[in-house]
């Protein structure tokens, strides 16, 4: 019971859409009806205002690490059975609702930065490795959705080395998840038309 509270908590926390708040803040165009429609940083982006963006990136990423560091602080204080399942419904909820907003008719982004902010929480060594291949991959191709696919793809392979069997299946249904809020994007790569970082709607 306690675990599908935290799960539920982060849900909730996961649901608030950093990229539709600071867009209204700076009085830009809502990213839902822009570019890709996603609302997400990448979106704020090519709106030319490279602060929102920012903002947008580093609301997305705490609204997944304060939910798992909360609970790592709040089970480190506590005797709660069953850590590892809190910490993966945690984990795994905080995404959730960042996909799937309960105050956006469950209409939400792709959920890269809110899984870099989960992983931040849960093993800085994944976070790490995510980071750097995100931007190497960001650097060489200057392609987003390419980066972030492939950011995605070494978080798994990492995961397996972690001893907890609750916490590698909330990393695998993350990775899963990603990759299909990114199947139109692998379709525009393989057909060579999607947009590149920077690229105004």
């Known amino acids: 019971m306690i675990a599908i509270i935290f799960g539920i908590v982060a849900y909730l926390i996961g649901s608030i859409s950093s990229a539709i708040i600071i867009s209204k803040l700076f009085g830009l165009n809502d990213p839902r009806e822009v570019g890709s429609g996603n609302p997400g940083a990448t979106n704020v982006l090519r709106s030319g205002n490279k602060k929102a963006a920012a903002l947008t990136l580093l609301g997305d990423v705490l609204k997944g690490f304060i939910p798992v560091v909360t609970a790592i602080y709040l089970i480190s204080k506590n005797d709660y059975n069953n850590s590892e399942i809190i910490l993966a419904l ?6 959730l609702g960042h996909l799937y ?3 956006y008719r469950f209409e939400g982004g792709k959920g890269v ?3 870099f902010g989960v992983f931040l929480g849960l093993n800085f060594n994944i976070f790490i490795i995510m980071a750097v291949v ?3 991959t960001a650097k060489i191709f200057k392609i987003s959705s390419l980066a972030s ?5 070494s978080a798994l392979v ?14 695998f249904a993350i990775v899963a998840l990603l990759f299909w809020k990114h199947r139109a994007n692998i379709e525009r790569l393989r057909a060579g038309k999607e947009s590149k970082i920077g690229d105004k709607s």
């Open 113 to 115: 930065a809110t899984a």
């Open 134 to 136: 995100w931007l190497s």
């Open 90 to 95: 945690t984990a795994l909820g905080a995404f």
């Open 101 to 103: 907003p309960l105050y």
């Open 158 to 171: 990492v995961s397996f080395f972690m001893p907890s069997i609750p916490l590698l299946g909330a990393t």
């Open 149 to 153: 696919l492939t950011a995605a793809g």
